[in-house]
T-cell receptor, first 112, second 117 residues
């Protein structure tokens, strides 16, 4: 049983560019959450998707957007990248009926 | 809004010894979930242990146990018989049971645990 997968592993972008990160949830999970983890900090909740809709959003600007597909996989898009967007982006999947969030290995984004 | 605080940025323990990591939180909810996650250098966040606030009994998972003090809003993690593989960043996290909260996790700042051979 494959766990949560994320792609790419690493990404380098320049300021002003746009980036798309991808996440496939654990088998049987229907909910995907995204977190941003700056270096030396705890993860911060960005948003959560269920039934292809944004269910809840953290304190992040509109430059951060997402999407969930019918197969429950998800994308995180960030527009107009800033240096401060450099971080590890974690995806976590769970079941809306309850249970734990399982995390993927993350995507390391570096903005130059 | 709920907050989680880990006041120990770094901790060190000798192999086979016991170490306790501290966590405090603030919430106005009476029911909630608390977690300890481990993040090794590989970056994969791994669930170590969970505690439901309505349960008075402290959770235990093999060498890992918690001391949950609801009135004091304290949730510490005890690691017994420490092993080299326990070296990692440990995060304390809170989750509201409220469906409208979306099940988001609120994390502390983390405690870096090193294990000396």
């Amino acid at each position: 049983d494959a766990g949560v997968t994320q792609s790419p592993t690493h990404l380098i972008k320049t300021r002003g560019q746009q980036v798309t990160l991808r996440c496939s949830p654990k088998s049987g999970h229907d909910t995907v959450s995204w977190y941003q983890q700056a270096l030396g900090q705890g993860p911060q909740f960005i948003f959560q998707y269920y039934e292809e809709e944004e269910r809840q959003r953290g304190n992040f600007p509109d430059r951060f957007s997402g999407h969930q597909f019918p197969n429950y996989s998800s994308e995180l898009n960030v527009n107009a990248l800033l240096l401060g967007d450099s971080a590890l982006y974690l995806c976590a999947s769970s079941s809306v009926s309850g249970g734990e969030q399982f995390f993927g290995p993350g995507t390391r984004l570096t903005v130059l | 809004a709920q907050t989680v605080t880990q006041s120990q940025p770094e901790m060190s323990v000798q192999e086979a010894e016991t170490v306790t990591l501290s966590c405090t939180y603030d919430t106005s909810e009476s029911d909630y979930y608390l977690f300890w996650y481990k993040q090794p250098p590989s970056r994969q966040m791994i669930l170590v242990i969970r505690q439901e606030a309505y349960k008075q009994q402290n959770a235990t998972e093999n060498r890992f146990s918690v001391n949950f003090q609801k009135a004091a809003k304290s949730f510490s993690l005890k690691i017994s018989d420490s092993q080299l593989g326990d070296a990692a960043m440990y995060f304390c996290a809170y989750r509201s049971p409220d469906y409208n909260q979306g099940g988001k996790l609120i994390f502390g700042q983390g405690t870096e645990l090193s294990v000396k051979p």
